[in-house]
T-cell receptor
């Protein structure tokens, strides 16, 4: 059974700090990795995707992938109160490409 | 462009009643997914369609659940009879190219409460 594990949090960081969110997965055949953001009472929204080992940067967000260690992380630089949300890690294997979601990490950015 | 449209946004019903949730995917997307989200279990895939054909329904919890996609612009998820443990937020999502890369676009969800 494919599993995606995240610390539920909450992770609390001060405004302007770097928030680091982590995710591990069980299926070594996984090929596609995603971070979705979900505000309270809203639907998940894709913010980052990464497919190869290393770092991928997009504005204040950096996704990091290490397939050998089976983990993927999301760094949010200069965190803002508007970043307060639940961040869902999703992993898809080759073949079906259907993502399996982790249960999410709650991030709180306090002024 | 319009996103994924779901209805109803909220549904409160009594145990034993039939519930029908509706979804209109983004035009041009050929894959459609139904997910259920609860605090206990997170986001779970129920079923997904590719080109209107159900591909994997292994996540459908029981025979009380059924889903259809009669055309490229419409899908339904039906629960009959409903039970209190079905209370959850049900999301519909769509994607291009057979769910390629897992880049899903979610609707706003249907919050179901079964009393």
């Amino acid at each position: 059974q494919k599993e995606v594990e995240q610390n539920s949090g909450p992770l609390s960081v001060p405004e302007g700090a770097i928030a680091s969110l982590n995710c591990t997965y069980s299926d070594r055949g996984s090929q596609s990795f995603f971070w979705y953001r979900q505000y309270s009472g809203k639907s998940p929204e894709l913010i980052m995707s990464i497919y190869s080992n290393g770092d991928k940067e997009d504005g204040r967000f950096t996704a990091q992938l290490n397939k050998a260690s089976q983990y993927v992380s999301l760094l949010i630089r200069d965190s803002q109160p508007s970043d307060s949300a639940t961040y869902l890690c999703a992993v898809a294997s080759g073949g079906s490409y259907i993502p399996t979601f982790g249960r999410g990490t709650s991030l709180i950015v306090h002024p | 462009d319009a996103g994924v449209i779901q209805s109803p946004r909220h549904e409160v019903t009594e145990m034993g009643q039939e519930v029908t949730l509706r979804c209109k995917p983004i035009s041009g997307h050929n894959s459609l997914f139904w997910y259920r989200q609860t605090m206990m279990r997170g986001l779970e895939l129920l079923i997904y369609f590719n080109n209107n054909v159900p591909i994997d329904d292994s996540g459908m919890p029981e025979d009380r659940f059924s889903a259809k996609m009669p055309n490229a612009s419409f899908s339904t998820l039906k629960i009959q009879p409903s039970e209190p443990r079905d209370s959850a937020v049900y999301f519909c999502a769509s994607s291009r190219f057979q769910g390629y890369t897992g880049e899903l676009f979610f609707g706003e969800g249907s919050r179901l409460t079964v009393l």
